[in-house]
């Protein structure tokens, strides 16, 4: 890993800082959580862009974030499990999120 990019874990955190709370998530252009259905929905949070795969209305993994700073994390489909960011979160901070994303 190069100085340049973000580990799963530090975009689980971001997660984690909208999740309970200390950050706000906002939606990127117009498109609804249940109106992609399943696609790409984009997020920010404080200057963190994040790429969310939204698989027929439910949180399935986190495609791309990058940083403020311009830092780099993307799925790579050869990681092992538990690379994803969201396959870190616990299956309450899973729910947490994905019923935050449908509120948007």
Known sequence: MTAAQLSARDVCQVLREVIFGR???TKVGQ???DEIYAGHFL???DGWRLSIYNDCDT????EEC?????RRWSFDAG?????DPIA???TWEHQTLERLLKAL
């Open 23 to 25: 950050c706000a998530m």
């Open 31 to 33: 498109a609804l959580w």
């Open 43 to 45: 997020v920010d949070v």
């Open 59 to 62: 949180l399935d993994y986190c």
């Open 66 to 70: 990058v940083s403020p700073d311009g």
């Open 79 to 83: 990681d092992r499990f538990g690379t």
């Open 88 to 90: 870190l979160l616990s």
